[in-house]
């Protein structure tokens, strides 16, 4: 989707607005007393996201236990979705979102040229995020990052025969055994694609595409095709998924090719006309606190720049992963000549 312009009068505003603000990045700001009242008297948030819904619900659960005159909306949907839903809103005047989250960190690029989003560091953020892992004008910070990974079914495909590498996934023996999702709908395999285009080229993806590969949408989805034993293998899905997946004893392992590992991370940030604005401050600090951190890790099985994280003994810990890192300026440039190609060799 093309970058798409407020109406000019909420642009103005907005513009005017955001030059004051963006003076210098906003103070961190504590959870008083008084921002609680003000957000109890709110009575709701209303959450965009493209995490897992189970995930998400979880969280927005965890915060209404803390916070019981306030209740969570949550929206999912897939990252190019949500980017999607904010611009036709915006473009038409519809502010119904106070929070917004994706697994596409170049949908914030375009979030902050529009001026759609409101500057707010909680207190957290500016205490224990890495500057790279933050906005420096205090628009949006990275909630989670996530991997895309490939994965397969223990018991329907030995470890011997079980792919290693991204190129191994062209061996005729998976042809009609693979599954993937589309990154014209996941910011996760987006970012993914991008970053397999330029370490192994598009010829990769031409070859892929003759596989037989079952397409699904979402980056949560392979990992559930997985468990319902469609398929034994999948080329690309997020890592999460595979996590939660394991806890529930689903026979499903995840590889990290030598090759590297596509890494995403989901930025999230307070909407510059977010109906609640109260009550999205109160959640967006509660987003980064060690409690939904962990919660995110232990529950919903992402990865956090939060350092006092612990992850569980039985996952690969990041230092021990080859990373491929893309950055967000670069995918979105490339988004539109990524789908064409996607479509040419996929169909879809």
């Known amino acids: 989707m093309s970058n798409t312009n407020v109406a000019a009068g909420a642009l103005l505003a907005a513009l005017t607005w955001s030059q004051i603000a963006w003076a210098a990045p906003p103070e961190p700001y504590k959870v008083t007393d008084e921002l609680v009242a003000a957000a109890t008297k709110e009575g709701a948030v209303v959450y965009y996201t493209s995490t897992d819904v ?5 969280l927005g ?4 236990a803390h916070y ?10 897939g990252s190019e979705r949500v ?7 915006y473009s038409s005047g519809i502010h119904n979102a106070d929070v917004i989250e994706t697994s596409d960190a170049s949908h914030f690029l375009t979030f902050k040229d529009q001026n759609w989003l409101t500057p707010a560091v909680p207190e957290d953020v500016a205490k224990m995020w890495p500057e790279r892992d933050r906005d420096p004008d205090g628009l949006y910070a990275a909630f989670r990052a996530t991997l895309t990974v490939i994965a397969y079914r223990t018991d329907m495909v030995k470890e011997q025969d079980a792919p290693k590498t991204w190129t ?7 042809k ?4 993937k999702s589309h990154p014209g709908y996941s910011g996760n395999v987006m970012t993914a694609t991008y970053a397999l285009s330029q370490l192994l080229g598009w010829d990769y993806f031409e070859k892929l595409g003759k596989q037989g590969v079952m397409q699904v949408q979402s ?8 468990a319902q034993g469609e398929r034994p293998i999948q080329a690309d899905g997020n890592e999460y998924n595979v996590f939660i997946l394991q806890d529930k004893g689903v026979p499903i392992k995840a590889v990290y090719p030598p090759e590297g590992t596509s890494i995403a991370y989901g930025n999230a940030a307070i909407l510059a006309y977010a109906p609640h604005p109260n009550a999205a401050k109160l959640f967006y600090s509660f987003m980064f606190s060690q409690e939904a951190q962990q919660l995110n890790d ?3 099985g992402l990865r956090s720049v939060r350092p006092d994280v612990k992850e569980k003994s039985n996952r690969t810990p990041l230092s021990q992963i080859k990373l491929l890192e893309s950055d967000p300026a670069n995918v979105r440039d490339a988004i539109e000549e990524i789908k064409q190609k996607y479509e040419e060799y996929f169909g879809t």
């Open 54 to 58: 189970q995930v998400a619900e979880k």
């Open 176 to 179: 009609d055994k693979l599954v």
């Open 61 to 64: 659960a965890a915060f209404e």
């Open 298 to 300: 232990d529950f919903g």
């Open 83 to 89: 980017f999607q839903r904010i611009g036709q809103e």
């Open 168 to 174: 191994d996934l062209l061996d005729p023996k998976y």
């Open 219 to 226: 980056s949560t989805e392979p990992p559930k095709v997985l």
């Open 68 to 77: 019981p005159g306030i209740k969570v909306q949550v929206e999912r949907a």
